[in-house]
């Protein structure tokens, strides 16, 4: 299956600057897959360290030594000279704790600088690339499948290079409408790419359900593994929880867990769904001279993936089918979980946090981009109102984006963008 990180990753193979990569994302987004695919087109030899094998005669080492790494290499593809072909691969680094993750990252950037080597972690993004790191590895955040990439998995080529010149050529009606398409497949496959593959080699909506429900209880599974007693309960509570409140309630998933993030007594329990990459966190920023003071029990969360969000909320396919646009369905904020998702694998990925006016004006994300906060304003159906210019008034930005059905245009500082081109920001 196609994934974008390859490229990204075969770039980083030609660098004469080349660090130890460290590929990071949530479980089930295929990073494994992607890296092993990536290994077999650009190396002869790929030696595989699974954390998840206790038996491995480096791993089990006490201390991890350049000696006994070299008498590892040469038992699995004898003495060789020509390090280039070889990738190192280190996979499931999160499986013995904090202190054995950076044991290994540091091992990779202290001794192993003359190897190319590919460190795989599961969890947030954001919370393992710790500061003391960045400098010192090539870091790759992988999420799930975008939109442009299931493009690319089905060939789609034509409707792919369609909205990437979007701002200068509009899109024909039927490659609209066929756009539509596939945003409404997206909404329910998602981009878990076990549930996309399901999808691909069934076209069976009922086939789809099943692997999201495979995917939904894989996360429970990973739940159980939690030593501590106490936390693991409260984490299966609320993830647990969160389908029958959405469900029963119709509340949005941000309302639900908000209620649950006020209680101090859930505190740990959501920070692990936010560690492991299950949920991320927007913080709430409210109108002020300068853009500050982060609102924690306001913060909105959303799933790392519309499909889990759109299983947990119950939305059917079958509701989604007869709409010319989903912006119908009020009860669930789907544009909004697909947009945060889309600017993940964009440009504008670097999300510090949403924004509340004078008079609860809101801006749904504020994105980072080198030195500016860039808002960016989700339109409804009917419009959005005043909410971007009271943001323009207050604060001037050089540029600001709204993101709509209608076609892309620039005007002044205001840059509209089709919601299905949210990826090519």
């Given at each position: 299956?196609?994934?974008e990180?390859?490229?990204?990753?075969?770039?980083?193979?030609d660098?004469?600057?080349?660090?130890?990569?460290?590929?990071?994302?949530?479980?089930?987004?295929?990073?494994?897959?992607?890296?092993?695919?990536?290994?077999?087109?650009?190396y002869?030899?790929?030696?595989?360290?699974?954390?998840?094998?206790?038996?491995?005669?480096?791993?089990?080492?006490?201390?991890?030594?350049?000696?006994g790494?070299?008498?590892?290499?040469?038992?699995?593809?004898?003495?060789?000279?020509?390090?280039?072909e070889?990738?190192?691969?280190?996979?499931?680094?999160?499986?013995?704790?904090?202190?054995?993750?950076?044991?290994?990252i540091?091992?990779?950037?202290c001794?192993?600088?003359?190897y190319?080597?590919?460190?795989i972690?599961?969890?947030?993004?954001?919370?393992?690339?710790?500061?003391?790191?960045?400098?010192?590895?090539?870091?790759?955040?992988m999420?799930?499948?975008?939109?442009?990439?299931?493009?690319?998995?089905?060939?789609?080529?034509?409707?792919?290079?369609?909205?990437e010149?979007?701002?200068?050529?509009?899109?024909?009606?039927?490659?609209?409408?066929?756009?539509?398409?596939?945003?409404?497949?997206?909404?329910?496959?998602?981009?878990?790419?076990?549930?996309?593959q399901?999808?691909m080699?069934?076209?069976?909506?009922?086939?789809v359900?099943h692997?999201?429900?495979?995917?939904?209880?894989?996360y429970l599974?990973?739940?159980?593994?939690?030593?501590?007693?106490?936390?693991?309960?409260?984490?299966r509570?609320?993830y647990?929880?969160?389908?029958?409140?959405?469900?029963?309630?119709?509340?949005?998933?941000?309302?639900?867990?908000?209620?649950?993030?006020?209680?101090?007594?859930?505190?740990?329990?959501?920070?692990?769904?936010?560690?492991?990459?299950?949920?991320?966190k927007?913080?709430?920023?409210?109108?002020?001279?300068?853009?500050?003071?982060?609102?924690?029990?306001?913060?909105?969360?959303?799933?790392?993936?519309?499909?889990?969000?759109?299983?947990?909320?119950?939305?059917?396919?079958?509701q989604?089918?007869?709409?010319?646009f989903?912006?119908?369905?009020?009860?669930?904020?789907?544009?909004?979980?697909?947009?945060?998702q889309?600017?993940?694998?964009?440009?504008?990925?670097?999300?510090?946090?949403?924004?509340?006016?004078?008079?609860?004006?809101?801006?749904?994300?504020?994105?980072?981009?080198?030195?500016q906060?860039?808002?960016?304003?989700?339109?409804g159906?009917?419009?959005?109102?005043?909410?971007?210019?009271i943001?323009?008034?207050?604060?001037?930005?050089?540029l600001?984006?709204?993101?709509?059905?209608?076609?892309?245009?620039?005007?002044?500082?205001?840059?509209?963008?089709?919601?299905?081109?949210?990826?090519?920001?």
């Amino acid at each position: 299956m196609y994934r974008e990180i390859t490229k990204k990753l075969s770039q980083w193979k030609d660098r004469t600057d080349r660090q130890p990569a460290l590929v990071a994302g949530a479980k089930g987004v295929g990073k494994t897959s992607a890296v092993m695919e990536f290994a077999r087109e650009h190396y002869h030899k790929q030696i595989l360290f699974d954390m998840r094998n206790l038996e491995d005669p480096f791993l089990s080492q006490e201390t991890l030594t350049r000696v006994g790494f070299d008498e590892t290499v040469e038992h699995y593809v004898g003495e060789t000279g020509e390090k280039d072909e070889v990738l190192v691969i280190f996979d499931h680094l999160e499986q013995n704790g904090k202190s054995r993750l950076e044991e290994i990252i540091r091992f990779a950037v202290c001794h192993l600088m003359d190897y190319s080597v590919c460190m795989i972690v599961s969890g947030n993004p954001e919370s393992i690339c710790t500061a003391e790191w960045k400098e010192k590895i090539d870091f790759y955040p992988m999420y799930p499948v975008s939109l442009k990439e299931m493009m690319e998995i089905n060939r789609d080529f034509e409707l792919l290079g369609a909205v990437e010149q979007c701002a200068v050529q509009e899109i024909s009606g039927e490659m609209k409408n066929k756009l539509i398409q596939y945003m409404k497949v997206y909404f329910i496959t998602g981009g878990m790419p076990k549930v996309i593959q399901t999808y691909m080699d069934t076209r069976q909506l009922e086939a789809v359900e099943h692997s999201l429900r495979e995917v939904y209880e894989q996360y429970l599974s990973l739940i159980d593994e939690i030593r501590d007693e106490k936390l693991k309960r409260k984490v299966r509570k609320i993830y647990l929880g969160m389908k029958n409140s959405i469900q029963s309630d119709r509340q949005t998933i941000w309302e639900v867990l908000s209620s649950k993030l006020q209680k101090k007594e859930n505190v740990k329990a959501l920070q692990w769904l936010l560690d492991q990459g299950i949920l991320t966190k927007v913080n709430l920023y409210r109108e002020k001279k300068e853009i500050q003071d982060c609102m924690e029990k306001n913060c909105r969360l959303y799933f790392h993936d519309i499909g889990i969000f759109n299983y947990v909320c119950g939305i059917s396919f079958q509701q989604l089918i007869p709409l010319q646009f989903p912006y119908k369905i009020q009860d669930y904020p789907l544009i909004e979980q697909f947009v945060f998702q889309q600017l993940k694998v964009s440009e504008l990925n670097n999300i510090m946090g949403r924004w509340t006016g004078p008079k609860k004006e809101t801006i749904e994300f504020l994105c980072q981009s080198e030195n500016q906060l860039i808002p960016v304003k989700i339109h409804g159906e009917y419009g959005s109102g005043t909410a971007l210019s009271i943001y323009d008034e207050i604060y001037s930005p050089d540029l600001m984006i709204e993101i709509t059905l209608q076609e892309a245009e620039y005007e002044e500082n205001r840059l509209q963008v089709p919601v299905y081109a949210v990826w090519n920001l």
